[in-house]
Structures are given as structure tokens and as C-alpha cells.
């Protein structure tokens, strides 16, 4: 037991209390501080998620249950944590610059990014669903208010407004599916659901099957699987640029962690009937997203529909099912944030002041104006369009081998086939920056420090993963033995 009487497993609980108390202090240090000397609080923030980051790597190897038990602090979690403290520490790299020059509240925003990212930790250590809505909420709430961070901006309120109409239709389908599944199963504990299920007359109670469906349904939403997706681009588009970096990256982690979790424990005895509609969204949301993403002309709605064809490669992992399959997806979900962290770097820096959605054009000649944003960039949308030897070939590669080897050749052939028409919008990037003349009004940036290290960091993650993947690949086959079977 993790809870007996008042006693608390504060090693489990670390992370969490740790990254807690590093929110709370940003919050309170910013009311001390003048304007000019708020940037310290980005390196606040920053000391906390690297001190965080250090003691979830000392505890590898153990497994912990904390709060009461709906909780747990095992190799799997502790990888997803590592990558969500990943994530918030490249936006806030990203954010110092943009946030300053905007004039938002500095103290709020770095809080309520740190916060978002305790949600997400929340969601991937859920041994209950009770906690993994009460973790999606903890990360949804901060980021309906970033996504209208610009008060001032119209585009900026209309998608905080978008973001928590459509979430909160999406926490109600997952809401429905709990109240369900403890209808006919008598418990929200994965395990619990998990040993009820893999009884076979289980499935013939339709409270069951809508209990399963709804939850689907909900994660989808979080994923941004077609047809769940509409709400999608028009966010991304409004919202802060940084903002719009940390979701793209950090949801999609979040929302994974828990689908795997679920997937891996409570619905672990899933009937084969559940295969082909799982098959069929993996298909439309590969599909939709690289087509749609083919005619857009502003890079962060492009990239936003590239986020939505990379969930559907995700996806093709979870209908494979197997360890394999679950690993890959740990891999690309890796290098997924490096890359359009790094690919949204570049975007932050080439914006001017109150530019919030950049053009294609604007990228027009910057192999000449800025040769370091252009070849970062080039080396982010060639690993995105999933080309040797960056990180996303690897990942691609993993992804389809393992749903080879679970005998879904149709499905990844069409996914073949849709990586293939990624790669036009892509390299279309690449050939504005270095194959057309720059364009009146488009100066060279200065890039600040926080910028290089983050396009550094980005930049020599990706060639790495995709020169010497091992190291990584195999703490993700580990992370998923720790709960797998």
C-alpha cells in the first residue's frame, strides 16, 4: 500500500510535489519581481523540470503506487514524464522571447504551462479512470486559458472559446464511458476492469460496449483522430505560437499515454470486433490529415494537419496491439516533439511582432537571409516527411515493422502511401527557403539564446535518433515490459 493512515509514499509522490511546488513558487516569485527581471522566471521553471527530470531518471527500474493506489509510478510512466518535462522545457526555451515581446503576464503563463504538464503526468500514471479524467482536465483547464493568452487578439479568443466548447464535448463522451463501464463492471480501476472483461460473457452486456465506445471516442478527441478532428487546425492557427508548440507535441503524448494505458490494461482483452473500426479511423486520419495539409499555405495550420496524419501513424501502432507496437510508439512520440518543437523554433523566430500565422512566402530565400534557422528547418521537415537519416524515418520504421509483424500489411502500405504525399508539402518548405529570392520586408532575424538551444538540442535529437536509435528504442522496449501482460 501506497496510503496507510497519514503516512504518503514520498518517493512516488516526488515528481509530482516536486513540480507542484515549482508552479507555485513561480506564481508567488512573480509578484516580487519587476518587469524587466521576470525573464527569471523562466529559469525558474526551467532548474524545477531539470531537477524533476533527474529524480524520475534515479528511480528507474522501480514501481511505486501512490494515492491509494490509482497511481503508478513504473518505467512507463516514468519515460512519458520524462518526455512531457522535455516538452515544457523546450516551450518555455521558446517562449522567453515572443512572451517578452508580447507583454503577457510572465508569471501565469510559465505556471500554467507547468501545471498543464502535471496533468499530463497525471494521465500517463493512471491506474484508475477516475485519474485519467481528473488528469485530462489538469492539463486541458491551463490550456483553454493559453490559447487565449492574447487578450488583444480575436484570433486568440476564438480559439480558446473553439478549444473549450469542443473539450468539453470531448471530457463528457469520456465521462459517459467510465459511468458506464463502472455500471456493468462495479469499478474504475484498470485492473479491475481489465480481469471483469476478460471474461467472455462480459461483452454480451451493452453497457460494456458503450462504456468502451465512449471512451474511445473521448481519447480520439485528445488524439485528434478523424473524425474527432475538426477542432483541431483552427486552434493551433489562433492560439500563442509557443502555445501552439507545446500542445502540438505535449497533448498528443498526453493523450496517447493514457490510450495506451487503457489499451494496455483495462482493455487489454479486447474482442477482434473492435480491430476494424480501430483500422478504419487509423486509415481516415493518415488520409484526411495529409491531404488536407497539401493545399494549406500557413505553416502552422499545415503543421497542424500534419499533426493529425502523424496521430493516424500512431494509431496504426495501436491496432498492431503488440509490445512491439506499444514501444514504437514511445520512439516516435520522441522524436515527434523534437521535431515540431524545433520546426516551431524556427516559426517564433521569423515572426515579426503580432504575426501570429505565418505565410509560405515568408520563408523565401531564408537559405540565404539565415543558412542556420533554414538547414534546422530543412532537417525538421525532412524527419517529419519521415526521410533516412533523421529520427522520423526511424520511427516510421518502427510503427510499420511492428504492424507487419502483427500482420496489418494493407494498413501499412496505405500508410506508405500516405507518407509518400507528405512528403510534397513538406520539401515544398524546403524549396521556398532555398530555391526562391527573399522577398521585400522579410529581414534577417536575431536569434536569441534560448532560440539556438532549443534549434540545437532539436536539431542534434533528431540525427541522432535517426543515426543511433538504440539507446532510446531500447528504454522504450523496457518502459513497456514494466506494465505489459
Not at 187 to 197: D, E, G, N, V
Not at 359 to 385: K, W
Not at 397 to 404: E, L, M, P
Request: with cysteine; charged share 10%; hydrophobic share 55%.
Amino acid at each position: 500500500m501506497s496510503v496507510t493512515g497519514t503516512q504518503l509514499d514520498w518517493g512516488g509522490m516526488a515528481p509530482f510535489l516536486l513540480l507542484t511546488a515549482t508552479a507555485l513558487g513561480t506564481l508567488l516569485l512573480d509578484l516580487f519581481l519587476s518587469p524587466r527581471h521576470r525573464v527569471r522566471l523562466a529559469y525558474l521553471g526551467l532548474t524545477g523540470l531539470l531537477i524533476t527530470m533527474a529524480l524520475l531518471v534515479h528511480g528507474f527500474g522501480g514501481q511505486e503506487r501512490v494515492v491509494a493506489e490509482m497511481l503508478i509510478v513504473d518505467d512507463f510512466s516514468r519515460f512519458f514524464h520524462l518526455v512531457f518535462l522535455l516538452i515544457a522545457a523546450l516551450t518555455i526555451l521558446v517562449s522567453v522571447k515572443s512572451v517578452e515581446q508580447e507583454g503577457t503576464h510572465q508569471g501565469e503563463y510559465y505556471t500554467l504551462v507547468l501545471f498543464a504538464t502535471l496533468g499530463m503526468m497525471v494521465m500517463a500514471s493512471a491506474a484508475d479512470l477516475i485519474m485519467v479524467f481528473l488528469g485530462l482536465e489538469a492539463l486541458s483547464i491551463p490550456l483553454y486559458i493559453l490559447s487565449g493568452f492574447l487578450r488583444g487578439d480575436v484570433r486568440s479568443n476564438e480559439s480558446a472559446l473553439k478549444y473549450l466548447l469542443l473539450g468539453a464535448f470531448a471530457s463528457a463522451f469520456l465521462l459517459y464511458g467510465i459511468a458506464f463501464l463502472y455500471g456493468a463492471v462495479g469499478s474504475t480501476r484498470l485492473k479491475s476492469i481489465a480481469a471483469h472483461l476478460g471474461h467472455g460473457a462480459a461483452w454480451e452486456n451493452p453497457l460494456v460496449f458503450l462504456g468502451v465506445g465512449l471512451l474511445l471516442v473521448g481519447l480520439a478527441f485528445k488524439v485528434a483522430a478523424v473524425p474527432f478532428h475538426m477542432w483541431l487546425p483552427d486552434v493551433y492557427e489562433g492560439a500563442p505560437t509557443p502555445v501552439t508548440a507545446f500542445m502540438i507535441a505535449g497533448t498528443k503524448a498526453a493523450a496517447f499515454s493514457a490510450l495506451l494505458r487503457v489499451f494496455g490494461t483495462a482493455l487489454s482483452p479486447l474482442p477482434p470486433e473492435w480491430i476494424p473500426p480501430l483500422w478504419v479511423v487509423a486509415l481516415l486520419t493518415m488520409g484526411v490529415g495529409n491531404i488536407a495539409a497539401l493545399t494549406q499555405q500557413s505553416i502552422k495550420r499545415m503543421l497542424a494537419y500534419s499533426s493529425i496524419a502523424h496521430a493516424g501513424y500512431l494509431l496504426v501502432a495501436v491496432v498492431a496491439g503488440t509490445s512491439r507496437g506499444f514501444s514504437s510508439i514511445l520512439f516516435y512520440l520522441v522524436v515527434y516533439a523534437f521535431m515540431n518543437l524545433g520546426a516551431f523554433a524556427v516559426i517564433i523566430a521569423l515572426a515579426r511582432q503580432g504575426e501570429e500565422s505565418p505565410t509560405l512566402s515568408s520563408y523565401a530565400g531564408l537559405g540565404f537571409r539565415h543558412p542556420v534557422l533554414a538547414f534546422s528547418m530543412a532537417v525538421f521537415m525532412f524527419s517529419l516527411a519521415g526521410l533516412p537519416p533523421t529520427g522520423g524515418f526511424m520511427g516510421k520504421f518502427y510503427i510499420f515493422s511492428a504492424a507487419v509483424e502483427a500482420d496489418y500489411v494493407g494498413l501499412v502500405i496505405i500508410a506508405v502511401v500516405c507518407s509518400l504525399i507528405s512528403v510534397f508539402f513538406y520539401l515544398r518548405v524546403v524549396v521556398v527557403m532555398y530555391m526562391e529570392e527573399p522577398r521585400e520586408g522579410h529581414s534577417s532575424p536575431v536569434l536569441s539564446p534560448a532560440i539556438l538551444v532549443t534549434l540545437f538540442l532539436a536539431t542534434a535529437a533528431i540525427l541522432q535518433l535517426g543515426l543511433l536509435p538504440a539507446g532510446v528504442w531500447d528504454l522504450a522496449v523496457r518502459s513497456v515490459q514494466s506494465f505489459w501482460g
